[in-house]
């Protein structure tokens, strides 16, 4: 064993898991977990809990996966994190919890991600849950959406024994969990269900098929269901769409349509009736997780992939893991290029699309490199889907149903960052609702913060 | 799960169901919809709010067995229950929220079609329950297409019924019995309300434009989760990109650029037209998913 380098995890070969919908990494077993857990070097102050939003006790748990404790190191993380083998997989690792890593500096920092996931992945195999509070105060809280956020800070607030339900606009808790990351990066039937199930075992009750500013609202629930303190975290799911010329042509999606037709509707599975336009020749325009994740489901679909983004492959947003991923299954890169136009044929179908070079300017003030269309650089790109990502912004539902929640001008719910406390006495946000579009684990360190505000509101109300 | 409490047969393939939905039918209004979805593996399928019951907390629609998800939907039974059942969605009608006095001036005409007249029949009873007379056309292809035709009538002032093919009450198309109110029989109208078939709603337009009435139409594109997070139900409404869902379903008709939308509707025909096949073909169905096909609606 090579003490600079990470232990290798198994992975699905590229060339056969392009065509299936089967998760890409394995994850470690026994003998890998324990290898990988004794590299680390249980600093005494360890820096890497400070990059993890959620402040786990990083080398806690890994000192018991080291000695075949992984029961207890279960019960470290559950201290922390309510969805630790979602996180394990998500969470962007290399720019938190192992870009602080003491070992990074000489050689590769520890795989926390992969181990914590091991360590999620042991105890719902072996059927461990987490355990019932004990203490009941009798105190009813709403949280709104059943995403990362809402999750997590129902979760904390029935450990700490309120009474707590989750109302979810669509048939299915989990938010983006189930709707917009795929299958082969977060199986739904067994991680995404079971880390709900443990959600619901401490007491949380969720009641799907509720659209909140349109089957009731947030005045209703706290003047006539009896809900002392709400929790806002719909996140932020309203698409972009670039405004060009034949957008609104057959075959053009965005993201969210494709991704949710797919993952929640699982349109790629026989007997299922949802529909999906899956597309020869597809392009994705946009460069963050989720056009990876559009692109490689079109591809499992059986399409030629392009990704076009006008930036260079060193501003992509995405995840290096899913970026090398996304190359190794035969997904084709277009850097520099930016759609001018959708090109339609005479019965309204997608048929093309105009591109233009791009180059990058001298970073401006705010350090961005700025993109400008090169001259006489138009060329088309013959495609007959076209799926855009371009960001998200929050649904304006709640807010304008809402009485005294006040907005900042990106729509975005204003709250406090320490406490998630809003404009509304007694309401609480969190997630991509207030800070747009962003990371699991950051909705999930919101929904934690406003817990312990809710917990703290709550207890000095008389 | 939503349980069914009545079932009804309207017409050949129409049928009207009262689902039990507390939360929908204390918040709903006329002009809004819900979402269904059957069972686990079913399809998320928006109808208009045709009827509901606060007290009971029941809310009443209406579908046309068409594709294969409504046909499947149609051998439910009273007792039976449906797994998802959201909304309201959408937004109101404007007539709701319109000052009374403003509301008192206005003669309008309710323009229904075929299925369309589901959605018109709670606004027109709204309308009543206001105290307000409005007219309402029904029109449909032939005699056993008209639906709740005895209902407009308890709720509605005057009610001209018409059939394609002279079947039963005025011969010709809703236009052609548009025109005969205005031009022959000496009716005015402020505004019309126009819901159906889009291309009905179409012609409607094109009529009323001429007739420089305003037109309201309800659209029903594609949709998936009805809540404004997809945008697989946008349309051009006056040059702009809206969300069915979240924007209308009711929108300005002089202003909606329908071809547009009628190509959408088309996207996933022949999918579900597959469907229908590999139903009826059973385990001898072949294709799907080949890409063998020329045909631009195929892909």
Known sequence: ?462 | MYKILKKETLAPNIYLMDIEAKRVAKSCYPGQFVIVKMDEKGERIPLTICDYDREIGSVTIVFQALGSSTKRMAEYEEGDEFRDFAGPLGRKSELIDEPEDELRKKSILFVAGGVGTAPVYPQVKWMKEQGYDVDCVIGARNKDLIILEDEMKKVAKNVYVTTDDGSYGFKGNVNDCIKDLVNNQGKHYDLVIAIGPVIMMKFVCILTKELGIPTIVSMNPIMVDGTGMCGACRLTVGGKVKFACVDGPEFDGHLVDFDESMKRQQMYKTVEGRAILKEKEGATHKGGGCGCSDDPADR
């Open chain 1, 1 to 462: 064993m090579d003490v600079l380098k990470k232990t290798p995890v198994r992975e699905q070969d590229a060339k056969e898991r392009a065509h299936n919908f089967k998760e890409v990494c394995l994850g470690y077993n026994d003998d890998e977990a324990k290898e990988e857990a004794l590299r680390c070097l249980k600093c005494k102050n360890a820096k890497c809990i400070g990059g993890c939003p959620v402040s786990i006790d990083i080398p806690g748990f890994i000192n018991q996966v080291e000695k075949g404790n992984v029961e207890e190191a279960y019960k470290v993380i559950s201290n922390y994190s309510a969805l630790p083998a979602v996180c394990g997989r998500v969470c962007p690792q290399e720019s938190q919890c192992e870009e602080r890593c003491i070992r990074g500096i000489k050689g590769e920092p520890i795989s926390i991600g992969k181990l914590e996931r091991y360590v999620a992945d042991w105890a719902r195999e072996k059927g461990i849950k987490p355990e019932m509070p004990t203490e009941q105060k009798n105190k009813k809280v709403a949280v709104i959406g059943s995403g990362p956020a809402g999750l997590t800070c129902a979760g904390d607030l029935a450990k700490a024994g309120y009474d707590v339900t989750i109302f979810e606009a669509l048939h299915e808790a989990g938010g983006v969990l189930v709707y917009g990351i795929p299958e082969f990066r977060l199986p739904k039937e067994t991680v995404v269900k079971s880390e709900i199930e443990n959600v619901k075992a401490l007491g949380v009750k969720i009641e799907t098929n509720v659209v909140i500013g349109k089957s009731t609202t947030i005045d209703e629930l706290m003047e006539e269901e009896g809900f002392e303190a709400v929790f806002i975290g719909s996140g932020a799911g309203l698409p972009k769409f670039m405004g060009i010329p034949g957008e609104n042509a057959n075959g053009v999606f965005s993201a969210n349509e494709y991704l949710t037709r797919n993952n929640l509707m699982k349109a790629f599975e026989a007997g299922y009736d949802t529909p999906i336009a899956a597309g020869q020749r597809v392009a994705v325009v946009g460069g963050g997780n989720v056009a990876m994740d559009a692109a490689r489901t079109a591809l499992r679909l059986g399409a030629e992939v392009y990704v076009i983004y006008r930036r260079s492959e060193e501003e992509l947003p995405a995840r290096v893991e899913e970026v090398h991923h996304a190359k190794e299954e035969g997904i084709i890169f277009k850097f520099l290029t930016n759609p001018t136009e959708i090109l339609v044929d005479e019965n309204g179908w997608v048929k093309g699309m105009r591109c233009e070079e791009m180059e990058l300017l001298e970073p401006d003030a705010s350090g961005r490199r700025r993109p400008v269309p090169k001259k006489d650089s138009e060329f088309e790109l013959p495609v007959d889907t076209v799926i855009m990502s371009l960001g998200t912004s929050p649904n304006p539902l709640i807010s304008s149903t809402t009485e005294g929640l006040d907005l900042n001008k990106y729509n975005c719910i204003v709250a406090d960052e320490e406490t998630g406390k809003t404009t509304k006495e007694g309401v609480f946000a969190g997630g991509d609702a207030v800070i747009g579009a962003a990371t699991v684990i950051l909705a999930m360190g919101a929904g934690k913060k406003a817990a312990k505000a809710i917990d703290e509101y709550l207890s000095n109300k008389k």
